[in-house]
Nanobody
C-alpha cells in the first residue's frame, strides 16, 4: 500500500502562486502527479512526473505556469503553481501508480493510490 499526504493548498488572488507537496509512504512508485476537480466538472490531469527519469508531463492549460518536480530521496513531488487564474480553482489530488505509457499519463484509472485532496481557490 501507498499513502499520500498532500499539503500546500490555500486561497490566493489572480496572478498569485502556491506550492503543493505530496509525500508518498509505503513504497516507491513509478509515476506520481496531480489531478484536479472543480465543482460540476470531471477530474482532469494537471501534471505528472515519472520517478526514474523525472520526466514531466503537463496539461495544456497549465503549461508555462505550473512546474512539477520531485525529491526522489523523500518520495515527494511538488507542484509549483504560478500565475494562477480563477479557473484553476479546484480540489487538487495527488495520485501515484505504476509506469504508464505517455499517452495515458492523464488517465485517472492508471493510478492506484490517491490523496485526500487539497483545496486551491483563486479569486479575481
Amino acid at each position: 500500500q501507498v499513502q499520500l499526504l498532500e499539503s500546500g493548498g490555500g486561497s490566493v488572488q489572480t496572478g498569485g502562486s502556491l506550492r503543493l507537496s505530496c509525500a508518498a509512504s509505503g513504497r516507491t512508485v513509478s509515476t506520481m502527479g496531480w489531478f484536479r476537480q472543480a465543482p460540476g466538472k470531471e477530474r482532469e490531469g494537471v501534471a505528472v512526473i515519472t520517478n526514474l527519469l523525472g520526466r514531466p508531463y503537463y496539461a495544456d492549460s497549465v503549461k508555462g505556469r505550473f512546474t512539477i518536480s520531485q525529491d526522489r530521496a523523500k518520495n515527494t513531488v511538488f507542484l509549483q503553481m504560478n500565475s494562477l487564474y480563477p479557473e484553476d480553482t479546484a480540489m487538487y489530488y495527488c495520485a501515484a501508480g505504476p509506469w504508464t505509457d505517455s499517452a495515458y499519463v492523464f488517465s485517472s484509472d492508471r493510478y492506484n493510490f490517491w490523496g485526500q485532496g487539497t483545496q486551491v481557490t483563486v479569486s479575481s
